[in-house]
């Protein structure tokens, strides 16, 4: 028999096919539902009295305070995010020590923990009547700890399975040609880590940015002292300034988004040059 006369058309390079383009509709259509409409609303809530209101409340000293204490602590908590959860992360696939299995469960407790939980956990170790004998309740320590504690396995989870699937014959090689460990580490091994850590320390950064239940027993919530923006919003609320509210929310946003470029272009530049 001969062959059909019809000839298959060949697909277009990057042309989708009807079931991708149903999947990437649909995916399409669940986003713009549950992140891209709410944020439009409150950007557009935010301008409603314009870029003099806008202005008013962001540069308000409590307001100005509050966003200050909460993006200097989010940023030094990624920082030793960064540090620390890497290190656990290299810990928990490179080394094999007793109690591996249970440290490597105990790191997702904060994933698990209901927040406001998780501040009381803290008020009753670090809080005035705590056994240890360290009292931060109140003071800009304690919302250093809350947001070191809520936002620990996020670099950990992030670097953990990248680790996991890097060949160490690659390592053993360079190696065995005479480079040291630092440069092996340097060439090698953080390269591949970069875009883990960067994915790590910008989910960190944003859920430190804005974090409430951990914080409102432990950090006292004091005007100008302890009150971090989320505390801040949800002051506005409950005043009924929605508007004040959607602003602060706004500036969050913003840079929320800042910070995530900014670490996807530092995650570029580190892997390029390897």
């Known amino acids: 028999m001969g062959r059909p006369a019809r000839r298959r058309r060949a697909a277009r390079p990057g042309a989708l096919g009807a079931a991708s383009g149903l999947g990437l509709g649909v995916a399409l259509l669940w986003f713009s539902l549950l ?41 030094s908590v990624t920082v030793l995010n960064v540090v620390v959860g890497t290190t656990i992360a290299w810990v928990l696939v490179r080394d094999r020590f007793w109690g591996k299995r249970v440290l490597d469960v105990v790191i997702d407790i904060p994933f698990a923990l209901p927040t406001i939980v998780a501040g009381l ?48 014959d690659v390592e053993e090689a360079a190696a065995s040609l005479g480079a040291g460990r630092l440069t092996v580490f340097r060439r090698i091994v953080l390269p591949a880590l970069v875009p883990a850590i960067a994915a790590g320390a910008a989910l960190s950064f944003a859920r430190g940015i804005s974090e409430y239940g951990s914080l409102v027993l432990l950090s006292g919530n004091l005007p100008n002292r302890t009150e971090v923006a989320s505390v801040r919003v949800l002051t506005f609320i409950e005043n009924g300034d929605t508007t004040s509210a959607a602003a602060v929310a706004t500036l969050l946003l913003l840079v929320a988004l800042a910070v995530i470029v900014l670490l996807d272009v530092l995650q570029r530049r580190v892997a390029r040059r390897g």
């Open 35 to 75: 992140v891209l409409v709410p944020l439009a609303m409150v950007v557009a809530t935010a301008g409603s009295e314009g870029w003099s209101g806008f202005a008013r409340t962001i540069t308000s000293p409590q307001t100005l305070s509050a966003v200050e204490l909460t993006v200097a602590q989010a940023v």
């Open 121 to 168: 956990v803290l008020l009753a170790l670090y809080g005035p009547n705590g056994p240890l004998g360290v009292n931060v309740a109140n003071t800009r320590a304690a919302v250093f700890l809350a947001l070191a504690f809520v936002t620990l396995p996020f670099v950990v989870r992030t670097v953990q399975p990248v680790l996991e699937e890097l060949d160490a």
